[in-house]
C-alpha cells in the first residue's frame, strides 16, 4: 500500500454527478446526491469517484473546462437554495421538464441560468445576514482565482461565448487597467459569477460532510493540462507557450493508441515548466490545494505527461507528428509534498508508458492504475490481467473514456479476448459485467472501483465519452431502476466475499 494513499483494501464506484436523478434535468448537489452517497454505504462502498468538477467548455467535456479552480454551476441544487431561502416554491414549480434519459445540456442551461438569476436577484434585495457574511469570507479567501474567473466568465458571456483570443486586444491581454474598468462597469454580472461559485462550493462542502458522516472518500479528478479557452490561460499566459497574441506555439496531445489510430489532438496549450519551477511551482501548488479542499484524494489525468509530454505543433489536424518533451519529474512534487505534507495522488498512468513514468509513480509512492477491459488479449499477456495486478494499483474495470463493459464485450472484444476472459472468470459470458466487476473486487489491487453503468449492466448507450469524437459525450443519467435494492444487494455480497 501507498504511503500517500492511505487507501485500505476497499471498494469505490465512479460516478460523475451530472449522472444523478434529478427532476431539474441534470444531476447536482442536492437530495439525489444524499440519496446516492446512502446507497453506496449500504452497499459497503468507501470510495465514490467524480469527474473533474468545473464548469465544461465546449462539448461539455469536464476536461476541456473554462477553469480549473471554478465550479459546474449546473450542479448547484435549486432545491438546497429552497432551503436557504434564495427561491420560493412556486419559482422552483414553474421550472420546465427536461429529460430525465440524458443531460440535455442546452435547455439545462438555459433553464438553470434562469433560477440562479433569480436567486441573486433575491439575494441582492434582502441579503440573509449570515449568507451574506459567509459569501463576503468566500470572496476574501477565494480571491486569487475567483476574481479572474468571474471577470472572464462574464467576459465571455458579453461576446456571446467567444474565445478570449476573440475578445478586443486591451481586454485580451490585459493592458492596463482594462479589464478592473470593464468589470466596475459590469460589476453585477462579475458579482452573480462570484455569487454562483460560493454556492457550488457551499454545496459541494455539505455534500462532502455527508460523505464522512456515511464513511465514504471522495476521488477526484485533476486533468494535467487545461484549456486554452480558460480562465487560467487567460490570466496567466506567462505560465504557458503561447505567442505574444496568446495564442499556443505547440499543444497537447497523445501519440497513436488503443483509442485511435491518429492519436488524440487535445489542442490544450502546453506549461513553461522553467517559469514554474522558477517560482517554485506556485500556481500548481495552489491548483491542488485547492482540489484537496474539496476530495480526499485526486486522480491525476495523463500523469505521464509530468515524466514527458507528448507535444504537437499548433495548426497539425492530428496528434501523429508530435515529438516527447520531457516534463518537471520528480521535483513538481517535492514542491508540493513540501507545502501539502502528503500527496494523496492516484496516478492515471495509462496509453505509452515507458520506464521513466513507472519510476516516478513508484518513486513518490502513488498508486497507478490498471483497466480489466484492456487485460484478456491472449499475447502478449497484459500486464492489466489480474494475475499481474500488485497492490499499488486501483483496478477499474473500464473508465470514463471506455465503453460500458457490457457494451465492449458486445461491440469492441475480439472473439481472442472473450474467449480467454471467459476461460478465465469461468463464464458463459451472459453477466459479463458482473464478471469482470468480480475480477476487480478479488483482485490484491488495494482499490477497485466500478463505473455504475457497469453495476446496472447497460450496453453502450450507456457510455459516457468517446474519446476523439466531438458531441454526443458526458450525457448519461440514472434511471431509477439502476439504483435498485437488487443491484446494491449484490454488490454489498461481492465486497463482503472479497474483504473490501
Same mark, same amino acid.
Given at each position: @500500500?501507498?504511503?500517500? @494513499?492511505?487507501?485500505?483494501?476497499?471498494?469505490?464506484?465512479?460516478?460523475?454527478?451530472?449522472?444523478?436523478?434529478?427532476?431539474?434535468?441534470?444531476?447536482?448537489?442536492?437530495?439525489?446526491?444524499?440519496?446516492?452517497?446512502?446507497?453506496?454505504?449500504?452497499?459497503?462502498?468507501?470510495?465514490?469517484?467524480?469527474?473533474?468538477?468545473?464548469?465544461?467548455?465546449?462539448?461539455?467535456?469536464?476536461?476541456?473546462?473554462?477553469?480549473?479552480?471554478?465550479?459546474?454551476?449546473?450542479?448547484?441544487?435549486?432545491?438546497?437554495?429552497?432551503?436557504?431561502?434564495?427561491?420560493?416554491?412556486?419559482?422552483?414549480?414553474?421550472?420546465?421538464?427536461?429529460?430525465?434519459?440524458?443531460?440535455?445540456?442546452?435547455?439545462?442551461?438555459?433553464?438553470?441560468?434562469?433560477?440562479?438569476?433569480?436567486?441573486?436577484?433575491?439575494?441582492?434585495?434582502?441579503?440573509?445576514?449570515?449568507?451574506?457574511?459567509?459569501?463576503?469570507?468566500?470572496? $476574501?479567501?477565494?480571491?486569487?482565482?475567483?476574481?479572474?474567473?468571474?471577470?472572464?466568465?462574464?467576459?465571455?458571456?458579453?461576446?456571446?461565448?467567444?474565445?478570449?483570443?476573440?475578445?478586443?486586444?486591451?481586454?485580451?491581454?490585459?493592458?492596463?487597467? $482594462?479589464?478592473?474598468?470593464?468589470?466596475?462597469?459590469?460589476?453585477?454580472?462579475?458579482?452573480? %459569477?462570484?455569487?454562483?461559485?460560493?454556492?457550488?462550493?457551499?454545496?459541494?462542502?455539505?455534500?462532502?460532510?455527508?460523505?464522512?458522516?456515511?464513511?465514504?472518500?471522495?476521488?477526484?479528478?485533476?486533468?494535467?493540462?487545461?484549456?486554452?479557452?480558460?480562465?487560467?490561460?487567460?490570466?496567466?499566459?506567462?505560465?504557458?507557450?503561447?505567442?505574444?497574441?496568446?495564442?499556443?506555439?505547440?499543444?497537447?496531445?497523445?501519440?497513436?493508441?488503443?483509442? %485511435?489510430?491518429?492519436?488524440?489532438?487535445?489542442?490544450?496549450?502546453?506549461?513553461?515548466?522553467?517559469?514554474?519551477?522558477?517560482?517554485?511551482?506556485?500556481?500548481?501548488?495552489?491548483?491542488?490545494?485547492?482540489?484537496?479542499?474539496?476530495?480526499?484524494?485526486?486522480?491525476?489525468?495523463?500523469?505521464?505527461?509530468?515524466?514527458?509530454?507528448?507535444?504537437?505543433?499548433?495548426?497539425?489536424?492530428?496528434?501523429?507528428?508530435?515529438?516527447?518533451?520531457?516534463?518537471?519529474?520528480?521535483?513538481?512534487?517535492?514542491?508540493?509534498?513540501?507545502?501539502?505534507?502528503?500527496?494523496?495522488?492516484?496516478?492515471?498512468?495509462?496509453?505509452?508508458?515507458?520506464?521513466?513514468?513507472?519510476?516516478?509513480?513508484?518513486?513518490?509512492? /502513488?498508486?497507478?492504475?490498471?483497466?480489466?477491459?484492456?487485460?484478456?488479449?491472449?499475447?502478449?499477456?497484459?500486464?492489466?490481467?489480474?494475475?499481474?495486478?500488485?497492490?499499488?494499483?486501483?483496478?477499474?474495470?473500464?473508465? *470514463?473514456?471506455?465503453?460500458?463493459?457490457?457494451?465492449?464485450?458486445?461491440?469492441?472484444?475480439?472473439?481472442?479476448?472473450?474467449?480467454?476472459?471467459?476461460?478465465?472468470?469461468?463464464?458463459?459470458?451472459?453477466?459479463?459485467?458482473?464478471?469482470?466487476?468480480?475480477?476487480?473486487?478479488?483482485?490484491?489491487?488495494?482499490?477497485?472501483?466500478?463505473? *455504475?453503468?457497469?453495476?446496472?449492466?447497460?450496453?453502450?448507450?450507456?457510455? @459516457?465519452?468517446?474519446?476523439?469524437?466531438?458531441?454526443?459525450?458526458?450525457?448519461?443519467?440514472?434511471?431509477?431502476? @439502476? /439504483?435498485?435494492?437488487?443491484?446494491?444487494?449484490?454488490?454489498?455480497? /461481492?465486497?463482503?466475499?472479497?474483504?473490501?
Amino acid at each position: @500500500m501507498s504511503a500517500e @494513499m492511505k487507501i485500505e483494501r476497499s471498494a469505490g464506484v465512479l460516478l460523475h454527478p451530472t449522472s444523478l436523478p434529478s427532476r431539474f434535468g441534470v444531476g447536482d448537489l442536492g437530495p439525489e446526491a444524499i440519496g446516492y452517497l446512502d446507497w453506496l454505504a449500504s452497499a459497503g462502498v468507501r470510495w465514490w469517484q467524480v469527474l473533474p468538477l468545473n464548469p465544461p467548455g465546449p462539448g461539455r467535456s469536464p476536461y476541456s473546462a473554462l477553469s480549473t479552480f471554478a465550479g459546474n454551476a449546473l450542479l448547484i441544487s435549486p432545491e438546497r437554495l429552497l432551503e436557504d431561502g434564495l427561491l420560493t416554491p412556486a419559482q422552483l414549480d414553474r421550472y420546465p421538464r427536461l429529460p430525465e434519459s440524458h443531460v440535455a445540456y442546452e435547455q439545462v442551461a438555459a433553464s438553470k441560468g434562469e433560477l440562479l438569476r433569480a436567486a441573486w436577484a433575491g439575494f441582492c434585495s434582502d441579503p440573509p445576514p449570515a449568507l451574506a457574511a459567509e459569501l463576503e469570507r468566500f470572496v $476574501a479567501v477565494h480571491a486569487p482565482w475567483v476574481d479572474d474567473f468571474a471577470a472572464f466568465e462574464a467576459l465571455k458571456a458579453s461576446y456571446g461565448g467567444r474565445s478570449w483570443l476573440r475578445w478586443p486586444e486591451e481586454l485580451r491581454l490585459r493592458r492596463g487597467d $482594462a479589464v478592473a474598468r470593464w468589470a466596475a462597469e459590469h460589476r453585477d454580472d462579475v458579482a452573480f %459569477s462570484r455569487f454562483c461559485q460560493f454556492l457550488f462550493l457551499r454545496q459541494w462542502r455539505a455534500l462532502k460532510d455527508a460523505a464522512v458522516e456515511r464513511g465514504i472518500s471522495l476521488l477526484g479528478d485533476v486533468p494535467i493540462f487545461v484549456a486554452a479557452d480558460s480562465a487560467e490561460v487567460w490570466a496567466h499566459r506567462e505560465l504557458f507557450l503561447l505567442d505574444d497574441e496568446g495564442r499556443p506555439t505547440a499543444v497537447a496531445g497523445v501519440p497513436p493508441d488503443y483509442f %485511435s489510430s491518429t492519436g488524440q489532438l487535445w489542442g490544450n496549450p502546453l506549461y513553461d515548466w522553467n517559469r514554474h519551477a522558477a517560482d517554485g511551482y506556485a500556481w500548481w501548488i495552489a491548483r491542488l490545494e485547492h482540489a484537496l479542499g474539496l476530495l480526499d484524494a485526486v486522480r491525476l489525468d495523463h500523469f505521464r505527461g509530468f515524466a514527458a509530454h507528448w507535444q504537437v505543433p499548433a495548426g497539425e489536424t492530428t496528434a501523429a507528428r508530435g515529438v516527447w518533451v520531457a516534463g518537471p519529474g520528480k521535483a513538481l512534487f517535492e514542491a508540493v509534498r513540501r507545502k501539502l505534507g502528503r500527496l494523496p495522488f492516484v496516478a492515471e498512468d495509462l496509453g505509452t508508458i515507458t520506464e521513466d513514468v513507472h519510476e516516478l509513480r513508484r518513486g513518490l509512492g /502513488l498508486h497507478g492504475m490498471a483497466i480489466l477491459q484492456f487485460a484478456f488479449a491472449p499475447e502478449p499477456r497484459s500486464t492489466y490481467i489480474p494475475y499481474r495486478l500488485s497492490r499499488d494499483l486501483v483496478v477499474y474495470t473500464g473508465t *470514463h473514456d471506455n465503453n460500458t463493459t457490457l457494451g465492449w464485450y458486445r461491440d469492441e472484444a475480439s472473439e481472442e479476448e472473450k474467449d480467454l476472459l471467459r476461460r478465465y472468470a469461468v463464464t458463459d459470458g451472459a453477466e459479463i459485467n458482473w464478471d469482470l466487476a468480480r475480477l476487480a473486487l478479488a483482485s490484491v489491487c488495494d482499490l477497485a472501483v466500478l463505473p *455504475h453503468q457497469d453495476l446496472a449492466g447497460v450496453g453502450s448507450e450507456g457510455r @459516457m465519452n468517446t474519446p476523439g469524437v466531438g458531441v454526443g459525450n458526458w450525457t448519461f443519467r440514472l434511471a431509477p431502476w @439502476m /439504483l435498485d435494492e437488487a443491484i446494491r444487494d449484490r454488490l454489498a455480497e /461481492l465486497i463482503r466475499v472479497y474483504g473490501r
